[in-house]
């Protein structure tokens, strides 16, 4: 099977792309500042994607295809030996942590967007958070976790809820004095998420 190529330019255009609709929101961005950025031409860029909408839509198919390369991570989390709940909050937080930028855009085509991102989302991911979902209620029937809880409503909040923290955190830490940073609201988080979902041990 052959390897498929990466274009440079066309990477590079995306890397831009991506980064500036997530700063600025799509609508305020024009195609010519995400060429400039990227150091190509505005017909270059046409070329590569045929108009702004077919640079939108090549964004967020990359933003979830990124998505789904680490939903099997999550769920191997989720099955895997040991802490099965405390892997799967880790692996969840750190990859958003480690991508602001998709955090940011995704919040913001939610807002701008939503029919069309929710249509995004249920094709290219709900496939993988129903098996999350199913790993869930695996550990409400082995016990190990509360069996009043709701796995979708869970997974719901607790994804939103990281999207949130990683897109705004570090503003809305203005509410309170003194500033928690993102990295404190995360592991803030991932505490409540642990109390709602784990089964009280016996005896307490």
């Not at 991506?18 to 961005?29: K, N, P, S, V």
């Not at 799967?88 to 937080?93: E, K």
């Not at 995704?106 to 999350?132: C, H, I, S």
């Amino acid at each position: 099977m052959a390897v498929q190529q990466v274009d440079p330019v066309r990477d590079r255009i995306l890397r831009e792309a991506t980064r500036l609709f997530a700063a600025q929101g799509y609508a305020a961005t024009p195609i010519q500042e995400v060429a400039a950025s990227a150091g190509v031409t505005k017909p270059t860029l046409v070329y590569h994607f045929t108009s702004k909408e077919g640079l939108r839509d090549a964004v967020l198919t990359g933003v979830l295809a990124h998505w789904q390369a680490e939903l099997p991570r999550l769920l191997a989390a989720a099955t895997g030996k040991g802490p099965r709940l405390d892997a799967l909050l880790d692996a969840l937080f750190g990859f958003f942590r480690a991508e602001p930028a998709l955090a940011r855009l995704v919040l913001r085509e939610m807002l701008d967007r939503p029919d069309d991102m929710g249509a995004r989302l249920r094709r290219e991911l709900q496939p993988w958070t129903t098996l999350l979902a199913q790993a869930v209620r695996m550990g409400q029937g082995g016990g190990l976790l509360r069996a009043d809880a709701d796995p979708e409503a869970f997974l719901v909040l607790v994804i939103s809820a990281a999207i949130g923290v990683v897109a705004i955190g570090d503003h809305a830490g203005a509410l309170v004095s003194p500033e928690p940073t993102v990295g404190a609201q995360t592991r803030e988080l991932t505490r409540i998420a642990r109390t709602a979902l784990l089964a009280p041990k016996e005896g307490k």
